[in-house]
């Protein structure tokens, strides 16, 4: 809950010698924030003391240049823009300002000063402003999640994830398998008030077929993979026997010398990755020791992680070398390898610069001369946006909180089907309605908002 205290944070990065912004933006958020305004750019009226709203103050909404003053000596600190907004229309549902001032190390320390010297404001906690949002119901949990989402969103997909989110999609979702579920439960609640003697003991048909429903919607909805894949990154492996020439792919899509190249076989132990931009999507190219059978203890766990990433991978690019008989390692390697698609997956014959290469189904290259990299890179966008496209139309899945209390929401479905007596079935469908309310926040649980809001937010 909140404490009724207005509080302030400059909302911009922290300015410094080595990046100072053109604007640096103050916010406030709390019943005294046009007060705030009042006494920060009307002279004298912090000594008069007046917290009645003034003439002075611009109509809500609208920008006002505006002096920003000390309110103790009355000197100017800086010339800017002030908003205010009108309680409850406001990003946390109270009054509110914002203080658009020069982006200046000394400007934004002189202004937070200044607030500070009101004597009636406090420095925000880290993500109080989304708190207080959520406390006033201007967003749910998986609102606020989209917001932190959405500044931390590197690529236009991320982007465009998160404001679907923050617009609601999610929030959406859950409520209405909260309200089917809450329908159900009333269902089994009057039976229990009210028990038909004529009818047999159990659930009867309308109350399985509700729970039945919702839990297979549910089900599929924990089968997509996608808010995850675009949250974290599509996971791509690069694979291949050793020296066919994986690290200098991986460099050369990385733009830089992440990976360790040479002519000895075996070179790469470790799984190395790499974060890319992908035609918008975000990826995590990951390169692998090459695969062959060694004595080497070290090289022998290297291929055992190279095994282990290209099954877990999204997507797989097996590099052959040109030079070698290609064709035979890639029906070997395709055979051993745990999870082959011939949809997404991508054969690459590197090294076309030594022997060319002519077959349909793989992609020539050169890591030399850099041929073929532009196929490539078409070949691993399509698969990256087919593998997106799964499932597209309902709002994907996107954070590990989510899937764990949907997968407890399920397992409290399950009991209720199987329940000897509709109490015990209704007590569990209980259980799971509490599990879905969790996710938006609908079911209070303090410690976890607490979590939420310092480590999800924005702010810290
Ligand atoms: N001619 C030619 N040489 C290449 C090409 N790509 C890689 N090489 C050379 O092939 C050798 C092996 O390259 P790496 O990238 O280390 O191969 P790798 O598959 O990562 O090898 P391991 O880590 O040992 O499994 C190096 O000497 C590279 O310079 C290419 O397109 N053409
Ligand atoms: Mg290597």
Redesign the pocket.
């Known amino acids: 809950m909140t404490d009724g205290s207005t509080i302030y944070a400059l909302g911009t990065p922290t300015p410094s010698r080595a990046h100072p912004g053109a604007i640096s933006v103050i916010r406030l958020s709390g019943p005294r924030a046009a007060d705030a305004v009042i006494f920060l750019t009307e002279r004298g009226a912090f000594e008069r003391g007046q917290s009645a709203r003034d003439p002075a103050l611009p109509p809500p909404r609208r920008m006002a240049l505006r002096a920003l003053l000390d309110p103790k000596s009355a000197d100017v600190i800086d010339r800017g823009l002030i908003v205010w907004f009108e309680a409850p229309n406001s990003e946390t549902g109270e009054t509110m300002a914002e203080l658009h001032l020069h982006g200046g190390r000394a400007v934004v320390g002189a202004a937070l000063e200044a607030i500070g010297r009101l004597g009636f404001c406090r420095l925000a906690e880290p993500g109080e402003f989304t708190r207080r949002a959520f406390e006033n119901g201007k967003l749910d949990l998986t609102q606020a999640e989209a917001i932190a989402d959405l500044v931390g969103a590197e690529t236009e997909a991320q982007r465009r994830l998160a404001l679907q989110q923050m617009d609601g999609a999610l929030h959406r979702l859950y409520e209405r398998w909260r309200g089917l579920g809450l329908r159900v439960l009333a269902h089994l609640e009057a039976a229990i008030d009210f028990p038909d003697e004529d009818l047999p003991p159990g659930l009867d048909d309308e109350v399985r077929v509700g729970i039945s429903r919702l839990r297979s919607e549910i089900a599929e909805h924990l089968d997509d993979r996608r808010g995850e894949r675009l949250r974290e990154g599509l996971s791509i492996a690069i694979i291949?026997?050793?020296?066919?020439?994986?690290?200098?792919?991986l460099n050369l899509l990385a733009r830089r010398e992440a990976?360790?190249?040479?002519?000895?076989?075996?070179?790469?132990r470790d799984v190395i990755e790499v974060h890319l931009d992908l035609g918008g999507w975000p990826v995590v190219l990951a390169?692998t020791?090459?695969l062959r059978i060694s004595a080497d203890a070290i090289e022998q766990e290297g291929v055992r992680r190279a095994r282990a990433r290209a099954a877990a991978a999204d997507l797989r690019v097996l590099?052959l070398d040109a030079a070698t008989d290609w064709k035979s390692d890639r029906q070997s390697m395709i055979e051993a390898s745990e999870r082959w698609s011939p949809d997404h997956d991508i054969v690459v014959v590197?090294?076309?610069?030594?022997a060319p290469v002519h077959s349909p189904d793989v992609v020539p290259?050169?890591?030399?001369?850099g041929a073929g990299v532009p196929a490539l890179l078409t070949r691993l966008e399509r698969s990256a946006a087919a593998l997106m496209a799964e499932g597209a139309g309902a709002p994907p899945l996107t954070r590990a909180r989510h899937r764990a209390a949907l997968q407890e929401c399920q397992e409290s479905l399950d009991r209720a089907l199987i329940a000897p007596e509709i109490a015990l079935a209704a007590e569990d469908l209980r259980l799971a309605m509490r599990a879905l309310g969790r996710i938006t926040g609908t079911v209070r649980i303090d410690e976890l908002l607490d979590v939420i809001f310092r480590d999800f937010c924005i702010g810290k």
Not at 240 to 249: D, E, F, I, Q, V
Not at 365 to 369: D, F
């Open positions: 291949g026997p050793p020296n066919a020439g994986k690290s200098s792919l990976a360790i190249v040479s002519e000895t076989a075996g070179t790469t390169d020791a090459g590099v590197n090294k076309v610069d030594l290259l050169s890591a030399t001369t």
